[in-house]
């Protein structure tokens, strides 16, 4: 079992993760990425999957084209954990 998020840093989310919203309905983080083509976005998420085997934390996600959506939540806590913030920061680490 992971933790949930404590509330303090529930409400440091917004400061700490800029690009990141929360998902519709959901205790998620939410990021929509736009690329060039659809080389560039799957390049981006062949990247991503490397980071979310290392971290054992894995995301929902889709991919139009160029475009991915990303949706992190940690089922092991019901909601939102650290992991979700961990990896949302080293996911926008990789856009440099
Ligand atoms: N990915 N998003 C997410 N949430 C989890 O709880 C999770 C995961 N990847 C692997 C994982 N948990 C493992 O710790 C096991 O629960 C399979």
Redesign the pocket.
Known sequence: M?EPLPSARRQAVPGLLPAWSMAEGRDALHRRFLFRDFSEAFAFMARVALL?EKH?????WSNVWNRVEIT??????GGLSE??LAMAAAIDALLG
Request: hydrophobic share 25%; aromatic share 0%; charged share 35%.
């Open positions: 992971v979310a054992d934390h894995h995301p929902e992190l939540t940690t089922h092991d806590a992991r979700d």
